[in-house]
């Protein structure tokens, strides 16, 4: 047996015996004939000749094993065969690493990169190194089975892993090791503020994702998972309404898996309105509190008026209210309530109190001063609510005829009551009585009508004298009932 490396010489000689006539050798490798890379030569010894043949040639690991021998001949039925000499031919491995390339693996998996050797001789006291192709100098494992647990994305790459013997080194087997991994999304920046009626355009975007095609879409708004509102990476709500203020969230899927939420707040800017309710009726001296709520985005400023007068002013508020701790018939009234935010300046809405209360009347004693066969009229206003009821009498209770009266309503609680006959003759002198009441209580109004008469003699009020002058004053009197 003959050891050489891969790459070595093979040197062999075969030799005749003295013969004549010369004798031929050719040589075989098993059973390729490898005559051509021989040289010979012959020698003469007393008339026989002696042929030396020499093989040079360069040892391949396909020669491991192969048997070479020669066959010298001088006649065509006379061949004699040399021994055959088997060749040990020692060579580096050759390996190849499974699985297939690229080695495709998930994110927080285990990656397993096996290395195998496919041929070597010697086929004992393999050394192992794996590498990462971006950094050739660490090695990273010295075994055939190259294991990373827990694998993240930054560990993607080429990998090559050798195998020595006593040889050298094999040429290295390369795999690439693609680590892929749900998608990573952003968002329009949070808050996004739109106006109501314009058009709000939401957009999610991908950060990094493997694999980055096939990506697929959602989008749904928090408290209503179930509805899909668009399956595309933009979604655009064209004349948005404030129902559509909240939170919406967008993910993006992969083969891997599903993007974590990213999250954008709809923030729809609309001017105040301010909410209609019922008349606010309450009885006289109970505390009163008038509330509106204002639907606004961004939130309004609050202003009470009674007229133009400000009674009271609140900033960024959803709720507003006007107290009155102790109502009187006259705070029945129609207050202002103006609302404005940077959308809209000054919405205004009415808000209208009632007060219940018995009737009040501008005066409590009234003296008419009339003559025979003269027209009798007389009013006077009164504040109540509800609406009064009224009846005039005589001071011994009888009620009168030929009185007429009516009621003129100039607001809600604010009443004129008029009162005429087109002559005296047949009315009395005397008080009369106007009872005027309401469910909750009752007035009297005096009213005493007196006869005309001359007027009385005026009054000395003050009177001095000077040595050559006086100085006299005088107060009026009854004038005689004129008006």
Known sequence: MMTRNEGQQINLTCETSNCNPRATINWYKSSEDITNQTTFLTRSVEGLQRTISILLSTAVKDDNGKHVFCIASNSPTLNFTSNAVTLNVLYKPNVRSTPSNPYRVREYETATLICKVIDSNPNTSIAWKWIKT?????????????TIPIIQRGRS????????????TSEAATITVDVQYKPEIRTT???????????????CTITVANPSRGIMWKWIKTGSANTVLHNESTFTMTNIQRGRS??????????????????IDVD?????????EAVKIVNENERVVLTRRISSNPLSNAFWYDGTHLLKSETSVKTTNFTIEKAKCTDTNNFTLI???????????????????????????????????????????????PKPRYTLMFGNGMQLNGIGDSMAVNSVNNFTLYFYKTTVSQIKYGTYYLHINNSFGETTVNVNVQPQREPSIPLISEASCNVRSAQIQWRSSFNGGNI
């Open 134 to 146: 971006v950094s050739p100098t660490l090695v990273l494992h010295n075994g055939p089975t190259f």
């Open 157 to 168: 790459g080429a990998y090559n892993c050798t195998a020595s013997n006593a040889v050298g």
């Open 189 to 203: 920046p949070s808050p996004y503020r739109v106006k109501v009626g314009e058009i709000a355009t939401l957009v």
């Open 246 to 263: 909240g939170t919406y969230n967008c993910t993006a899927s992969n083969t891997v898996g599903t993007s974590e939420a990213a999250t």
């Open 268 to 276: 729809v800017l609309y001017e105040p309105l301010i909410e209609d």
């Open 339 to 385: 609302a404005s935010n940077a959308l809209q300046r000054n919405v205004t809405s009415l808000v209208e109190l009632i007060v219940n209360c018995r009737p009040i009347s501008d005066m409590r004693n009234i003296t008419l001063w009339v003559s025979d066969g003269v027209s009798l009229a007389f009013s006077t206003k009164i504040i109540a609510f």
